[in-house]
């Protein structure tokens, strides 16, 4: 039997087999040569002491004990071109996962993505950088993958009570992702290598039976006697179908004003917003590695802080180390920062959203839109942020120091983000009260991270897509919308999921409830 044990590491032994059995024999009090192989099971990075350290959960095979690669296939798909048909509308972790778990329980999927393909985005992606041209239903939030594809790919949850995490990772890990995302803490895949990933799910949708349709804009949730009955899209075509999985993300406010016009029950929902701040990675290596130099051992190293401020939360969101800022605007008129990360993190700045929690009653001064009021708040900002920065896709950016001080900053160096910045007192982009809590936030923030506050770090303006502002009730046991017969509201923009992880497992959970309520019917 092979024996597991828990050990710490240096990051040389990590990274190098030779030293790794080394230590193994010293542990377990038996010659290096005996040990047939060592299969990492867990790793993780311990920074707490000025000596970084692993945290290693390794599998020992002795001599002549069996050891057979662990080889990960995907499940046994049937055709289901024939089967009975249900409506997925977005194409982004929760739309696709719920697409494959149709086609598993022998259900025919009929994906509807207003978007692009993952290769065809790329131009779009290009002229809202290079251009500022924003298109409307192919951008960094819109188009197959969703905001996942070209917005990072972590894959780090908290949520293991909503389903089974290490089926998710193993479909993409099936699907051509690095058998690493098992085994780090916080696994990710990066933006350059997402998208052939995506690609190929989407492949075994149709090659299954299922059918995808891209550039195609639902317009219209067609209804009988609160039922389901279709979707009408934008060319005036009707599908057909009784059961409609509604994963559309958090940006689709389209749909949710949709929603609201047809007095579909919705609700205002909570979320976060503040602004992208930008760091040199280098500068972030030596306050969480407490070195001068990381080495070639380390990971750029990433940063994880929270503060209660004002009695808000105030923390960071979605820290991309060795990362870009991206432009991830919905409409034209508006400014919405993101960060990602290639696969190597390789890039040499660290950037991260830093965000405040809201609360409902924020939403006051946009009290006449109702259960879009949270939206509104979110638009307005991005808007206010559009002018300030010169109506382009220039971003309101302004030195870390100088917006604690009130100072509009001399000079901006140029940043990750591509389509450029603007100087401004970003004080001006957020109600007075938010701007007051991120200032008194960072400081706070430069107390637990000496070297954090500095004029070094840029702010970015704003960061405001971090949750959607609205969500779609539904029945906790049967997912279905609680006035919409065969609606089943799914994912971030249906405000149940909270990333790539858990989307694909709401989505999961969307297509299993439709079998059950299918087979109860039969």
Request: aromatic share 6%; proline share 5%; net charge neutral.
């Amino acid at each position: 039997m092979p024996k597991e044990l828990l050990l710490q590491v240096s990051p040389e032994t990590a990274a190098n087999e030779s030293m790794l059995k080394e230590q193994l024999s010293k542990e377990l009090k038996i010659a290096a040569a005996d040990i047939q192989h060592v299969s990492i099971l867990k790793r993780s990075i311990d920074a707490r002491q000025k000596a970084v350290k692993f945290n290693l959960k390794v599998s020992v095979f002795m001599k002549g004990e069996s050891f057979v690669a662990q080889t990960i296939e995907l499940p046994i798909y049937k055709d289901v071109s024939n089967a009975q048909e249900v409506l997925v509308v977005g194409a982004g972790p929760a739309g696709l996962f719920a697409a494959l778990q149709l086609i598993e329980l022998g259900l025919k999927p009929i994906l509807i993505e207003r978007g692009k393909d993952v290769r065809g985005r790329r131009r779009d992606l290009k002229a809202i950088n290079r251009d500022h041209i924003v298109n409307e239903d192919s951008n960094y939030c819109f188009g197959e993958g969703g905001a996942g594809t070209y917005s990072d790919g972590k894959l780090y949850t908290r949520s293991k009570k909503r389903g089974d995490v290490t089926r998710i990772l193993e479909l993409l890990v099936a699907f051509g992702a690095t058998p690493d995302i098992l085994v780090d803490a916080h696994p990710h895949i990066g933006t350059n290598k997402l998208p052939q990933i995506i690609e190929d799910v989407r492949e075994k949708i149709k090659e299954f039976g299922g059918q995808v349709l891209f550039d195609t804009r639902v317009i219209d949730i067609l209804l009988k006697d609160n039922e389901v009955q279709g979707v009408l899209i934008q060319d005036g075509t009707t599908i057909a179908a009784n059961k409609l999985i509604l994963a559309t993300g958090h940006s689709a406010r389209d749909i949710f004003e949709l929603l609201d016009r047809k007095k579909i029950l919705i609700e205002a929902k909570a979320f976060a917003l503040g602004v992208r701040a930008e760091h040199p990675q280098s500068l972030i290596d030596q306050i969480q590695y407490s070195c001068d130099y990381r080495g070639d051992h380390l990971p750029p190293a990433p940063y994880s802080i929270v503060k209660q401020v004002g009695g808000r939360g105030m923390y960071s969101f979605c820290m991309c180390p060795g990362g870009v800022i991206a432009p991830c605007a919905t409409s034209p008129g508006e400014i919405v920062t993101n960060g990602w990360s290639p696969s190597k993190r390789d890039q040499p700045t660290a950037n991260s959203g830093i965000v405040i929690e809201l609360k409902l009653e924020d939403f006051k001064p946009f009290e006449k839109h109702g259960a879009l009021a949270g939206m509104e708040f979110q638009k307005s900002i991005e808007q206010k942020a559009w002018h300030l920065a010169g109506e382009t896709q220039k971003a309101p950016a302004q030195r870390m120091v100088d917006f604690t001080q009130h100072k509009v900053s001399a000079d901006i160096p140029k940043t990750s983000y591509v389509p450029g910045t603007t100087s401004v007192e970003m004080g001006g982009v957020f109600p007075g009260f938010l701007s007051q809590i991120l200032r008194e936030g960072f400081t706070e923030f430069g107390k637990s991270m000496r070297g954090y506050l500095t004029n070094e770090a840029i702010l970015h303006a704003p960061e405001s897509r971090t949750s959607s502002p609205v969500r779609i009730p539904r029945d906790n046991f049967t997912y279905e919308h609680l006035q919409i017969k065969g609606l089943y509201p799914c994912g971030e923009g249906a405000g149940y999921a909270g990333g790539i992880i858990s989307a694909a497992i709401d989505g999961e959970k969307c297509a299993l409830m439709i079998a059950e309520a299918l087979r109860n019917k039969i």
